[in-house]
């Protein structure tokens, strides 16, 4: 591993793009990105669409469909407009950035964390090579144990590290265990919200608590930046209570923010009676 693709943790500050700067950043990535009333939205799924800066609380005028060739989409609402909310995004986030330290976490946390720093080094990354090298293997053990999410292949992931932009744009830190890559974190953050965008551990690494160390040490570089205020840390996966614990105990509580949801009816009662808990992510309903 290049020293020179590292920087000390206590460097690390989460850049921090406008909403056109990731309109930019997006389109350079493939995603197609379309711009409605001055917000840019993408296609989460198949005729489905939410705004690209997921937690911008829109006016009840922005909050319309971007495109006619739709089934629905979603988006939160400003607070003078969370009137005509009909849903809610049930998300995991921490508003208390500015403050946020030790003592913002339970004893137990605050233990395992300093055991994470005795047994391993968290660094950011400056460049991707170390991914380049030792990521995949981090991410197979990681999809071993969770079958979270499809397991790309390793060309697609490569692939995926290829661009520039992923460091110009993003926040990378890495947990290293005498040199090696134990897991990392990345995430990047747009107007005053920060989102941790992936979590991956190695299971072998799982007893240096790195998990709490990269999550702990993304939201001190978030205070660096001076102006994140909330930081994201994915949907309220009320399936998985273990999932649940570990994110409420590093601050991060499941909250349900305001939203319009539109859907083709028919399309809904499927998702409600087949998949009942990503119909609760998607509308914050039963």
């Not at 840019?40 to 005729?47: D, Q």
């Not at 009137?83 to 809610?88: I, P, Q």
């Not at 144990?145 to 990378?172: G, H, I, M």
């Not at 939201?219 to 930081?231: P, T």
Request: net charge neutral.
């Amino acid at each position: 591993m290049s020293e020179e693709q590292t920087r000390d943790v206590s460097e690390a500050v989460v850049p921090v793009m406008t909403e056109a700067e990731l309109a930019n950043w997006q389109r350079s990535q493939g995603t197609k990105v379309i711009c409605h009333r001055d917000r840019y939205w993408r296609e989460t799924a198949f005729g489905f669409y939410e705004p690209l800066h997921w937690m911008a609380r829109l006016s009840a005028q922005q909050a319309t469909s971007p495109t006619v060739l739709s089934w629905g989409f979603r988006t939160a609402l400003c607070e003078d407009d969370s009137v005509v909310a009909n849903g809610s995004i049930p998300i995991h986030l921490l508003t208390n950035v500015a403050d946020y330290d030790l003592q913002s976490l339970g004893s137990n946390r605050r233990n395992h964390l300093r055991r994470c720093y005795k047994r391993s080094r968290i660094v950011q990354l400056t460049g991707l090579a170390l991914l380049q090298e030792q990521g995949y293997e981090v991410i197979f053990s990681s999809n071993q144990r969770t079958a979270y999410a499809k397991l790309p292949s390793k060309e697609d992931y490569l692939a995926s590290l290829s661009a520039d932009s992923n460091v110009a744009y993003q926040l990378f830190l890495a947990g290293l265990l005498d040199g090696k890559l134990g897991g990392y974190i990345s995430g990047y953050a747009v107007s005053g919200t920060a989102y941790i965008q992936d979590v991956k551990i190695a299971t072998e690494a799982f007893s240096s608590y790195i998990g709490i160390g990269l999550a702990f040490e993304f939201v001190q570089a978030c205070r660096r930046s001076g102006s994140i205020h909330e930081v994201v840390y994915g949907l309220h996966s009320r399936e998985d209570s273990a999932l649940c614990v570990f994110k409420e105990g590093m601050g991060f509580p499941a909250k349900h923010i305001p939203t319009k949801i539109e859907m083709n009816e028919m399309i809904g009662q499927f998702i409600r009676s087949r998949y009942p808990h990503k119909y609760y992510r998607l509308t914050g309903r039963e």
